[in-house]
């Protein structure tokens, strides 16, 4: 062999390692930057059937076993949801309902749930009483 494929293999094989350190440095920088800010889930969800069981104001009062994910809001919190509900006449829409399930503030909860008039549902067939 001569001494310039030696020379020629060497420096490839110098370079391979290279490339080979330069591609694990940048995985391990990779991993360690993508560390989780948030290590808990804060969010949680229901699903609403007002067909089933209606969502007014008293299901924040008097949590039914469907909905019971709820309790993981604060009482106190759940108790102002209860009546602005009330006082604004809302019911929460069909569908999936996503919360912040700890340290949520009244404001970001009212923000989070979607509501609507209970006399609109009234006018597309439901009865507002009838199913609690």
């Not at 993508?34 to 969010?43: A, E, G, H, L, V």
């Not at 993981?72 to 209860?82: G, H, M, P």
């Not at 996503?98 to 006399?119: A, H, M, P, T, V």
């Amino acid at each position: 062999m001569s001494k310039k494929k030696i020379i020629i293999i060497t420096f490839a094989i110098i370079i391979l390692l290279l490339l080979c350190f330069v591609g694990y440095f940048i995985y391990i920088m990779d991993a360690i930057f993508k560390i989780p800010i948030n290590q808990t889930k804060d969010y949680n969800s229901i699903y609403v059937n007002n067909a089933i069981i209606l969502s007014d104001y008293r299901i924040f009062e008097d949590i039914p076993d469907e909905y019971n994910a709820l309790n993981q809001i604060d009482y106190q919190e759940r108790q102002k949801i209860s009546e602005y509900m009330k006082n604004n006449n809302l019911i929460l829409c069909d569908g999936e309902q996503e919360f912040k399930r700890n340290n949520g503030k009244f404001e970001e909860l009212i923000n989070s749930f979607k509501f609507q008039s209970i006399d609109d549902w009234n006018h597309t067939g439901g009865s507002a009483y009838e199913s609690r």
